[in-house]
C-alpha cells in the first residue's frame, strides 16, 4: 500500500516540541521492523530522552506530510544516532533524503544498526556506508549482535595533465 512519496513530505529542522511525535515515529518503527527487541522503556520514557537530550544535543531533521512527522534523522558530529521513516512511508525515498542532507553537513558519519536489521544494512551500504565492526551485542542494553558501518565523503581530486 503506497501511502505517500517524497512529492508529499518535506523536511525540516525539528523542534523539541515534536518530540512526542518522534517518539511515536521510533516506537512505531521499532515494533514494526525490529519486533524480536525487548520493549525496555515507557512512552514516557522515550519521550523524555528524546526532548531532553537528542533535541538538546543532535541536529534534528523530521520529515512531515502536513503536519504529521512520517520520519526522523537525528545525528552529531560523526554520528547518526538515529533514523526512523514509518512503515507505511518507508521506501519512498524519505530515509535517503533526511540521511543525505545529514552527509551534506559532515565529512563522515558512523552508526549502529542490528546485525538482524538487514533491510537497514542493505539501505545503509546501498548509500555508501561500510562494515567497521561486528559485536555480540555484549555492549548494547538489548544484548542484540550489532554492526558498526561508517561513511566517509569521496574528496575529488583533480590531477593535472602535462
Known sequence: MIIG????????PGTRVQATE???VLRTTRKHSLPYLPDLHSED???????????????V?????????????AFS??????????????????????LERAKLQRRSLQLWTFERNIAALRFYEK???????????FG????EPDV??????QVKTMSRGR
Open 5 to 12: 512519496s517524497m512529492s508529499n513530505v518535506t523536511i525540516e
Open 22 to 24: 518522534c517518539a511515536s
Open 45 to 59: 520514557e522515550d519521550v523524555r530522552f528524546l526532548a531532553d537530550g537528542v533535541f538538546a544535543t543532535d541536529t
Open 61 to 73: 531533521l523530521v520529515a512531515l506530510n502536513g503536519e504529521r512527522v512520517v520520519g526522523f534523522i
Open 77 to 98: 558530529e560523526g554520528w547518526v544516532n538515529h533514523l526512523y521513516v514509518v512503515p507505511g512511508w518507508q521506501r519512498h525515498g524519505i530515509g535517503r533524503e533526511l
Open 127 to 137: 548509500e555508501g556506508f561500510r562494515v567497521v565492526k561486528r559485536t555480540d551485542g
Open 140 to 143: 548494547n542494553e538489548e544484548k
Open 148 to 153: 558498526l558501518l561508517r561513511w566517509d565523503r
